[in-house]
């Protein structure tokens, strides 16, 4: 699964440290979801998609591989 | 997402504190009575089995608390994690296990690395994970 995160946040202009404390979780988490080493839960995609006012699918992507 | 019951995050530095506690009492024990005591006073309860038993409590139960410790922040990618190491812990520990089975006879000794490995390469392998990413992210 691909995303766009590291996109958004530079629109947005937060660092991950402010996404991290806008949903709840360490920044090593945002880091490894960033990386695509850390696919995050159904809950937490969704959390990230409301702090961006956007829809999970514009965020969050599948990859050929999925 | 509800993660099961864990201690508090203060609870790994009691667990390592007790780990540590435990090595100069059994360090001394040997010093005085060489690595296999006096088996002469055999039977449950003597001095031997219960010098044995605390020092080995101490240990598994400070293991065990540090090793089931909250994170500082525990989220979702903590416990996806914690489970990958567990895996590892149970499947280097049945190795380990099935190895000393196959060669070796001493079963007091089979117990007590059954006792330590699981414990001690989860930790191992628990940090080692959370150090690689905190690693990352001052890159």
Not at chain 2, 100 to 116: G, M
């Amino acid at each position: 699964m691909k995303n766009n995160i590291r996109v958004e946040r530079a629109i947005k202009n937060i660092t991950q440290a402010d996404l991290a404390e806008a949903i709840g979780v360490s920044r090593q988490t945002i880091n490894t979801i960033e990386s695509n080493r850390y696919v995050p839960s159904t809950v937490l995609a969704l959390k990230i998609a409301r702090v961006f006012g956007k829809p999970v699918e514009e965020i969050f992507t599948l990859d050929d591989e999925d | 997402m509800k993660p099961l019951f864990l201690f508090p995050y203060w609870c790994r530095y009691l667990g390592y504190f007790l780990v540590f506690v435990h090595i100069p009492f059994v360090l001394y024990k040997q010093q005085l009575m060489g690595l296999h005591g006096d088996d002469a006073d055999m039977g449950i309860f003597n001095g031997r089995h219960l010098f044995f038993m605390s020092t080995t409590l101490l240990m598994a139960i400070g293991l065990f608390i540090a090793a089931f410790s909250k994170e500082k922040i525990e989220d979702e990618q903590i416990v996806q994690l914690r489970l990958d190491s567990l895996q590892w812990a149970v499947y280097v520990n049945y190795l380990f296990l099935i190895i000393s089975l196959v060669f070796s006879t001493d079963t007091e000794h089979i117990l007590f690395l059954n006792l330590l490995v699981p414990l001690v390469f989860f930790i191992v392998r628990f940090r080692w994970k959370i150090f690689q990413n905190n690693r990352l992210i001052k890159e």
